[in-house]
């Protein structure tokens, strides 16, 4: 059970939460838990406890009045703690059913267990979650409703996507446009136009509305633009656009940009070309994987800590060269048992010897680490550096960061 501490803004309204949830009487017990900054509460007669994430709220009313931000509580509190349809059963949340994409990180901090959220990869760095779609907010769905409700995953999948298919038809039916142009959706609250990319077709279909070749952003949960990806420098401005509305956004999602294949499937934008624009796409797919992979090392650094374990989950950093590229570069120490990240660079450190930098792909081709199972994004376990002759040929093919 999470303490209170004095004097920190963050418990202080965690506390005031926390209070609203007991002051409902629909509770059994609730309580803080800080390294997720949650409050979790139990209903009587139910073994599950349920979650209220505190981060966004507390973001978003930072500049709010008293009065303000205690509506703001009352109704977080009123819409999570009220009976859901999730508990409902199969019949009930069927119609209801929505997929909404998330960053790879979201909810890692939730103990294991029941308190699995289901998930399925989507992009990189993002994933695929289902969420019941009430009245006044969404309940998302976890592995285990999945077990009482006797339904497979993917049927609950496919329903949610089914659902939001013909929300995702409206949305694509409009003017066409003979030259390249952008169009933006702004969701008020139950649009889910950012799930739409996950809808088979509907980002093929705007190609007519944007005159070209479409390149999508969701910069934040609620907010999808998509622009003709004919021109490079229009293209390179949005990216820098998107990158600013993704550093500001309360419920950030993503600065990358996401277009088509030749099979219509959605995949992150790429470019041949060297330039302005392909420095800042790269850079956009940097940023997203330091953010979610510095999210998850929160995550598995608090349960490591709870439990006991010593292992070093290796930081992802972005470092920007003079001539504005990016790259990523993670640290593998020298007898240091770490779960290292997939990054650009890997920068091999020991204090008796010398430090190098090598680009990924060779490390993965000379060293040998596994997977850490059941994580995302992935993670390879390593307790040493490799043996001399691979650390030989490692070091022949070092490069200057």
């Known amino acids: 059970m999470g303490l209170l501490r004095r004097g920190s803004r963050r418990d202080r309204f965690a506390k005031q939460v926390l209070d609203a949830v007991l002051a409902t009487g629909r509770v059994a017990r609730a309580w803080y838990e800080p390294e997720a900054f ?124 089914a659902n939001l298919m013909p929300h995702a038809d409206s949305a694509t039916a409009g003017e066409h446009r003979s030259g390249p142009t952008m169009i933006r959706f702004v969701d008020t609250g139950d649009a889910y136009f950012t799930s739409m990319l996950l809808v088979d077709g509907f980002l093929a279909q705007l190609a007519p509305r944007v005159g070209g070749q479409p390149v999508a952003f969701i910069p934040d949960k609620d907010t999808l633009t998509v622009l003709a990806g004919d021109n490079p420098d229009a293209l390179a401005e949005l990216y820098e656009m998107m990158e600013n509305e993704y550093r500001g956004a309360v419920r950030s999602l993503s600065p990358v940009g996401y277009t088509i294949d030749d099979h219509a499937r959605v995949v992150p ?33 608090a349960r490591h800590e709870r439990d006991g374990v010593d292992i070093f989950v290796a930081t992802v950093m972005a470092v920007e060269r003079p001539d504005g590229s990016t790259f990523s570069v993670s640290v593998w120490t020298d007898e240091c048992d770490t779960l290292l990240p997939e990054t650009d660079h890997v920068f091999f450190q020991s204090p008796d010897r010398e430090a190098f930098a090598v680009p990924w792909p060779i490390v993965a081709a000379e060293a040998s680490f596994a997977r850490e199972p059941g994580l995302t994004p992935p993670r390879f376990r390593v307790r040493s550096w490799p043996d001399e002759p691979v650390l030989a040929r490692l070091r022949a093919e070092s490069i200057n960061l």
């Open 38 to 161: 949650a409050v979790r509460f139990q209903r009587a007669g139910e073994g599950d406890a349920g979650w209220i994430y505190l981060h966004n709220t507390f973001h978003e009313t930072a500049d709010a009045s008293r009065a303000e931000r205690t509506e703001r509580v009352r109704r977080l509190v009123a819409a999570v703690v009220s009976e859901s349809r999730v508990d409902q059963g199969w019949d009930a949340v069927r119609p209801r059913l929505r997929p909404v994409l998330r960053g790879a990180a979201f909810g890692q901090g939730m103990s294991n267990g029941d308190g699995t959220l289901l998930s399925r990869p989507a992009m990189p760095y993002l994933v695929e979650l289902v969420v019941v779609d009430e009245p006044t907010s969404m309940a998302y769905v976890f592995e285990h409703h999945a077990r009482d409700w006797g339904v497979d995953r993917e049927e609950i999948f496919s329903t949610a996507h």
């Open 269 to 301: 934008y790429r470019t041949t070309e060297p330039g302005l624009l392909a420095n800042r796409v790269h850079r956009a797919e940097v940023m997203l994987a330091a953010a979610e992979y510095n999210g998850q090392k929160e995550a598995l650094d």
